[in-house]
C-alpha cells in the first residue's frame, strides 16, 4: 500500500456512519494500545520473567500460564477505560459488568495458543464486540450475526492486526519504531478454492465419518475423486492458522469427535469461532458446524464449545455437503457410506 494510513485514521473514517461508530472505534483502539504492551512482553518472555509455569486452571479447565493470566489483566485494563458494558474473558467463569450504560460488550480471548509460547510459535488475542441489550448479560446469547465487529492480534515475527469492521476485513501491522499499527491490506479476500487444509491428525480415530471421508479424498487427491493434490499444514494457534487463510486460503477444521470432552469440538463459540466467522463471512469466506452457519449459532453458557469448519468458501462448502442428509446420530459410524459420497461433484 502506497498511502500511510494508520489505525487511528482508519477508525476515525470508517465508524462515521456506524451505529455506536465512537464507541466500537474507542474499544478497537483500546484493545490495539493494550496489544502493544502485551506484544512487548511476549517478545521479552522469560526476559521480562514470563516463564510459562502454570499459574492455574481457567474456568473451562485449560491451564493456566503467567503469561494468560497477565495478557487477561492488561486486556481488562484496557478495556476499562472504553465505553464497554460488560466483558467475558476466557479467564473467568461469568461475565463481568463493567459500566451498565456503556454501548458495547465485549468477548475476549487474551491470548490463544499460549500452549505453543516456549517454542516461540506465533500466539494471538481474539476479540468480539457487540452492541449491549438491554439485559446486560443475555447480550453475549444472542447469535454471532449480533457482533459489529471483531478481531485478532498475531504475536509472531509480525505484531499484526486483523480487523473485521463495517463488512470489511483489513490487515495493519505493528510499526515498532512509532508504536502504531499501519495499514498493510485493504479489504481483503479469501481465495474461494485453495487445495490446503488444516486439521490435527492425530485425532482421525476419534473423528465422525463425514470428518474423515472429507480428509480421505484431500490424502486421495487425484489419485482419487479430487480435482487437485491438497497441502496440509496445523500449527496448533488458531490465530495463526486463521491469518494464513486470509492470506493464502484453505480450510481449517476442528471438528466435534468422539472424545469425552469434545462431543461439541474444542474451540469456544463466543471468543473464538463467533469472531472468526464474521472475520471470514467478511473476507468472502465461511464458517460452518459442518451442519449450521457459525454467525447463527447462540451460545448456551458462556464458555460453550463448537466444532469449527471455515475458510475458503468452496472447501467449506465441500465439508458441508459431506454432512448433508446424514443424521447426526450416524456421525460415528465408520460406515462405507461416506466412502460412497464423491466429494468434489
Ligand atoms: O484455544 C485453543 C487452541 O490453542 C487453538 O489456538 C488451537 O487451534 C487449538 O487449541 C489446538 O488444539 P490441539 O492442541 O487439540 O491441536
Ligand atoms: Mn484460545
Avoid at 36 to 52: F, R, S, V, Y
Avoid at 219 to 235: E, S
Avoid at 265 to 275: K, Q
Amino acid at each position: 500500500m502506497d498511502e500511510r494510513v494508520t489505525l487511528r485514521s482508519h477508525l476515525d473514517r470508517s465508524v462515521q456512519d456506524t451505529p455506536n461508530g465512537p464507541a466500537v472505534a474507542a474499544v478497537i483502539e483500546a484493545l490495539a494500545t493494550a496489544s502493544i504492551g502485551l506484544a512487548d512482553l511476549i517478545a521479552d518472555g522469560p526476559l521480562a520473567g514470563i516463564t510459562g509455569r502454570h499459574s492455574g486452571i481457567n474456568p473451562d479447565g485449560d491451564l493456566q500460564k503467567d503469561i494468560d493470566v497477565a495478557a487477561d489483566e492488561m486486556m481488562r485494563h484496557a478495556l476499562g477505560t472504553a465505553p464497554v458494558a460488560a466483558v467475558l474473558s476466557e479467564e473467568a467463569e461469568l461475565p463481568e459488568v463493567f459500566d451498565a450504560a456503556a454501548p458495547l460488550c465485549v468477548a475476549i480471548d487474551p491470548l490463544d495458543g499460549s500452549a505453543n509460547l516456549e517454542n516461540n510459535i506465533s500466539v494471538g488475542t481474539i476479540f468480539s464486540i457487540r452492541p449491549s441489550g438491554h439485559d446486560i448479560v443475555s447480550t453475549f446469547f444472542e447469535p454471532g450475526t449480533a457482533q459489529c465487529a471483531a478481531g485478532f492480534v498475531v504475536y509472531g515475527p509480525q505484531t499484526t492486526l486483523v480487523l473485521a469492521l463495517n463488512g470489511s476485513v483489513d490487515i495493519f501491522i505493528l510499526d515498532r519504531r512509532v508504536r502504531e499499527f499501519l495499514m498493510t491490506a485493504r479489504g481483503v479476500r479469501i481465495a474461494p478454492d485453495t487445495p490446503e487444509f488444516a486439521i490435527n491428525a492425530s485425532n482421525r480415530r476419534h473423528w465422525h465419518g463425514p470428518v474423515r471421508a472429507y480428509i480421505d479424498e484431500c490424502l486421495a487427491g487425484t489419485n482419487g475423486n479430487g480435482g487437485a493434490d491438497f497441502n496440509m499444514r496445523w500449527i496448533g494457534s488458531l490465530v495463526a492458522e486463521s491469518l494464513r487463510i486470509l492470506v493464502r486460503g484453505g480450510v481449517f477444521l476442528y471438528p466435534a469427535d468422539a472424545r469425552p470432552g469434545y462431543r461439541e469440538g474444542r474451540l469456544r463459540l463466543l471468543y473464538e469461532a463467533h469472531p472468526m466467522a464474521l472475520v471470514m463471512e467478511w473476507a468472502g469466506g465461511s464458517a460452518t458446524t459442518g451442519r449450521r452457519r457459525i454467525l447463527e449459532m447462540s451460545a448456551r453458557t458462556p464458555h460453550q464449545r463448537v466444532p469449527l469448519i471455515m475458510g475458503s468458501a468452496y472447501g467449506v462448502r465441500d465439508v458441508a455437503a459431506i454432512h448433508e442428509g446424514i443424521e447426526p446420530m450416524f456421525d460415528n459410524s465408520d460406515a462405507p457410506l461416506f466412502a460412497r459420497r464423491g466429494l468434489f461433484r
